[in-house]
């Protein structure tokens, strides 16, 4: 009777020794935290639709150059597959944060954290030389629908990555205040799961924009 | 200096009309008149503590149905303007571009902030008393939602009297929409309006389906849930597939007016015949978010007044749940005559007929459980009754329009206006009127008038067809929508005067239930039983209105229409199971809530602050709203205290005050 | 019979809100790092025609994408009712409908390039 519960839902904070019931305080946190899981994951979801419909129309409009350069002509390939390599690498070592929080070190994870952090920052940084260095070449969001498309599908990743940052330095903080706690540990879930899938989005920005644009 | 002022106040806000003239100056009546009031009778502190932060879904609730209402009143204001502007041939009542403004607003309105808000008003009322949960999975998240509807509905209205209206259709095809065809700010609003009340619904739908998932009462197996939970489920399921597709694509309208880029304009390549791809994909899924919870309005009150079970229950649920996952493949038969190909309109047009099965499936469902009832007749089951022929007349010439060559006959002709209107109003709005009815006790204690509540009901049918029938007609002769004027010899003038008088019969009807509410409201009559209609679900099984923690001890459920089986159980004097038995004696205990908290409504303030922003392009205004976003996000992160415990001393007095009222 | 040799692979399933080892992330990462390479490689050399290429490196993204489900979201992990996985394939499907719907009907709306 997981949903009973629920709907208790006593926190261990709250400090409350009148609980009459036969559920731990840490089973019941650990549902509640297990419902926010899934609403993040549900959420993730409705990015999926959103990413999807990006990528139909980029695929659309994908041969409106309108006279414009091509794709081909401007993109270069070594700034690409190095961010491609780190932002992989940046999903196993959330997964490596996610192994030291289950083993209880807090500077472990802590560490790990940063060090995603960190590779993550690195993308970001690929990625904006990758767009100033096309918007000097004299492709920017204006110049045909292709532009418009990629720039548009690209930069909502790049975006999403930029908020995962934001988002990781303020769990590394809540993390050293407040150490491992069941709140934390569903916020590091979250932010891994949240971490992957962009890994799982970029994969597929590489190969239907950058691959499939350079063939 | 003064010339700059007057200027910039020419062009921000909207001047010349008469009309608009007076709209500006009742709104800044009201608003001081609002201001006075609250400071008079020093109720800002309760209106703050009470309602703008809280997070009770019962509250959230009542607020999305007060909004919803003031935009019925602004979007039926403008359908009767309409009206009166079609029925006399060659008159200049509203120009066009006024007329373009009005017809563009009553379809957004009605449709996003007026059925959206007013479904998840009875969302949150109904769904976790039905289900026997304390509040919705994420209360802090609802009380967001609520907020971003309610700052982009505002945001969208404001343009009326500041900037100016939007004015290129509901849904804003491009390039009429775009920068070449509306260079003013009212398409800004548009976008702004509804991006920011969108992410409240996205986020609305993920909420309801981890409460209906996750926290039901125990024994309350997904084939034992209520009718209407199923449906808001599957409503939900839908929210969520549909509304990243219109986040994206009025992203990308905004990106084209914004930064100049070239996704539907008509030079760089863009290609405008997308933006009408996307924005159906999210717009024909809509349609159906709607409808769903009306389906189970429906079948919860035919069950409860025909005394039975509802006849069909898996074949409902079956139902619910595949109109919700094959709405998703029939968006093409609102552009057949774009010119896709014969294979993808056969394909669409094919599947537009059967999504038609389920919905006539449930037509039966409803008739077969009033089959040798114990019928009663209340105003929530008049409306029952009136839905059904209604909608299943709206079904059929919807099924008309899916025939795709015949679909280039009827295309944007008023044959397709009376269609939608007539399952949106005979079944959307006539559901969410049957569920206000039906709950109304259960929101604030009492009921509402019957007898004036009939007179709504009789003018609303017949001002109903008398607007719309004459419309099909209309249609058949030749008339297209969004029109202003017609020729005396087109011969369009008397249905279209038979038509503005039934838009007028329907604006009667609204007053009418104005006055009934009003009335009710001064004549108060303390509801005492909390079980109004001798109901079937578990929200009948505590007091009216609810206390705040919904139940004082948590349900055991054993049957689909749990209580109905409880109180026929103890009519027959048998003992409940033990398991039912053990959970109502079980001492109280400390209930376990979510705090209030500010943040939702800063936030949504802040959003408004940074959509007003875009919508001027004024930089600095942009980057303190979006700044007060991250801020405010970061502040609810680092916020740990979101909860509370309420004594046990406390519950056992609220539930014998309860009790004490019977 | 496989509930047995679950267990034993993954080193500590049994620990509370733990998912995963070590060991599979490992193994999801070289995996990963392998799919990345092939069509990498495929595509910058030139080595099929345009089509086989494009099939070839949509196979392997979409392989990556299990690697990523598997070995790192952990998505075999659910407990029933598997609300998690039933969203993901419900969620798949609209996304591909309207990914290809989208292809399907611009075809006969393209503009001119």
């Known amino acids: 009777m997981a949903e009973a519960i629920k709907n208790k839902g006593h926190l261990a904070h709250a400090g409350h020794g009148s609980h009459g019931g036969d559920h ?46 091509l794709g081909s002509d401007l993109i270069e390939m070594s700034g690409i597959i190095a961010s491609t390599f780190i932002l992989l690498t940046s999903s196993f070592t959330s997964g490596i944060a996610l192994l030291e929080m289950n083993k209880g070190n807090k500077k472990g994870l802590i560490t790990w954290l940063i060090i995603t952090a960190l590779l993550g920052a690195s993308f970001i940084y690929l990625e904006v030389n990758e767009f100033i260095h096309l918007v000097h070449e004299g492709a920017n969001i204006g110049t045909s629908a292709y532009w418009s498309a990629f720039f548009t599908l690209v930069g909502t990743h790049g975006l999403h990555v930029t908020v995962g940052l934001v988002w990781m330095t303020a769990i590394i903080l809540q993390i050293r205040r407040r150490g491992i706690t069941p709140v934390t540990k569903r916020k590091v879930n979250i932010i891994s799961l949240y971490w992957h899938f962009l890994d799982v989005v970029w994969i597929f920005v590489f190969t239907i924009v950058y691959l499939m644009g350079v063939m | 200096m003064w010339d700059k002022i007057k200027d910039f106040s020419s062009e921000f806000f909207v001047t010349g009309d008469p009309l608009i003239l007076g709209a500006q100056v009742s709104i800044a009546i009201t608003m001081v008149a609002i201001v006075f009031i609250l400071t008079y009778f020093k109720k800002w502190r309760w209106l703050w503590t009470e309602w703008l932060t809280s997070v009770d879904h019962k509250k959230i609730g009542i607020m999305y149905i007060i909004a919803s209402i003031l935009m019925l009143f602004r979007g039926g204001v403008d359908a009767l303007l309409m009206r009166m502007q079609l029925a006399v041939p060659q008159v200049e009542f509203l120009n066009a571009e006024h007329y373009n403004a009005i017809f563009t607003t009553h379809g957004v309105i009605m449709i996003l902030f007026m059925a959206m808000p007013l479904m998840f008003g009875l969302f949150n009322i109904v769904v976790p008393l039905q289900i026997g949960a304390r509040d919705v999975a994420f209360p802090f998240l609802n009380s967001l939602s609520f907020w971003m509807f309610f700052f982009g509905a505002m945001l969208f209205n404001v343009s009326f009297v500041i900037g100016g209206s939007p004015d290129a259709g509901w849904l804003a095809y491009p390039p009429l929409s775009g920068l070449s065809g509306s260079p003013g700010v009212g398409q800004d609003f548009y976008i702004w309006g509804i991006q920011i009340s969108g992410i409240g619904s996205l986020a609305t739908g993920i909420n309801f389906i981890v409460t209906i998932l996750k926290m039901r009462a125990p024994g309350m197996k997904l084939m034992k849930m209520p009718m209407f939970t199923w449906s808001v489920l599957s409503s939900c399921t839908t929210i969520i597939f549909a509304f990243p597709i219109l986040t994206v694509t009025l992203f990308l309208l905004f990106i084209d007016r914004y930064l100049g880029a070239h996704f539907f304009t008509l030079d760089g390549g863009g290609n405008p015949m997308m933006y009408i791809n996307l924005i159906w994909m999210w717009g024909h899924p809509e349609v159906y978010i709607v409808i769903l919870p009306a389906f189970g309005i429906f079948s919860e009150i035919v069950s409860a007044f025909s005394k039975k079970k509802l006849f069909g229950y898996k074949s409902m649920v079956f139902a619910l749940m595949s109109i919700s996952f094959f709405s998703f493949f029939t968006w093409a038969h609102h552009f057949f005559t774009m010119g896709s190909g014969a294979n993808v309109n056969a394909f669409f047009a094919v599947t537009t007929m059967l999504i038609a099965i389920p919905t006539g499936v449930k037509v039966f469902n409803w008739l077969f459980t009033m089959y040798r009832g114990k019928l009663s007749f209340p105003t929530p089951m008049m409306w029952t009754i009136a839905f059904i022929p209604c909608f299943v007349i709206g079904g059929m010439t919807g099924v008309l329009l899916s025939v795709a060559p015949a679909d280039f006959q009827f295309h944007n002709s008023y044959f397709l206006i009376a269609h939608f209107h007539q399952v949106l109003i005979g079944g959307v709005v006539f559901g969410y009127f049957a569920g206000l009815y039906y709950w109304w006790p259960k929101m604030f204690g009492f009921k509402l ?35 202003n004027e017609y020729n005396f010899d087109m011969g369009w003038q008397p249905l279209n005067v038979v038509s503005t008088v039934g838009g007028f019969l329907m604006g009667i009807a609204f007053l009418f239930q104005v006055w009934q509410i009003a009335h009710s409201i001064k004549f108060y009559k303390k509801e005492k039983t909390g079980d109004t209609w001798d109901g079937r679900t578990l929200e009948w099984s505590i007091p009216s209105p609810a ?22 159980r103890r009519l027959r004097g048998e003992a409940d199971p033990p398991e039912v038995a053990q959970a109502e004696q079980a001492p109280l205990e400390p209930i376990h809530m979510p705090r209030n908290s500010g943040v939702p409504f800063v936030m949504s303030s802040f959003w408004f602050i940074a959509g007003f922003g875009f919508v001027w392009d004024w930089k600095w205004m942009i980057v303190l709203g979006l700044g007060g976003v991250i801020v405010s996000m970061l502040v609810r992160s680092f916020t740990y205290n979101t909860d509370y415990y309420i004594p046990v001393e406390e519950v056992e007095r609220t539930e014998a005050a309860a009790r004490g009222a019977h | ?50 089509q086989v290429t494009t099939v070839l490196i949509l196979v392997m993204a979409i392989l990556q994408f299990a690697v990523q489900l598997l070995f790192f979201m952990h998505i075999r992990d659910e407990k029933k009712p598997r609300y998690n996985l039933i969203s993901l394939i419900f969620g798949l499907v609209i996304m591909l409908t309207i990914v290809a719907g989208s292809i399907w009907i611009m075809t006969y709306n393209a503009v001119a390039t």
């Open chain 1, 24 to 69: 731990g305080h840490g089973h019941d946190h650990h549902d509640q935290e297990e419902m926010k899981t899934f609403g993040f994951w549900l959420f993730l979801i409705t990015d999926v639709i959103l990413f999807g419909t990006l990528f139909a129309t980029y695929v659309v409009l994908r041969n409106n150059f309108a006279g414009g350069p």
């Open chain 2, 449 to 483: 008038h019957e007898g004036l509540g009939k007179w709504a009901f009789w003018f609303w049918n017949i001002g109903f067809y008398v607007c719309f029938m004459p419309q099909y007609a209309l249609g058949l002769m030749g008339m297209t929508r969004r029109f």
């Open chain 2, 547 to 568: 206390p705040m923690y919904n139940f004082a001890r948590i349900p055991v459920v054993t049957e689909q229409d749990d209580w109905w089986e409880k109180k026929q």
């Open chain 3, 1 to 50: 019979m496989a509930n047995h040799n679950a267990h034993t692979e993954h080193g500590d399933h049994g620990h509370e809100g733990g998912h995963g080892s070590m060991k599979s992330y490992v193994i999801g990462f070289l995996l990963s790092i392998v799919l990345t390479i092939i069509p990498l490689v495929a595509v910058m050399n030139g080595m099929f025609s345009k």
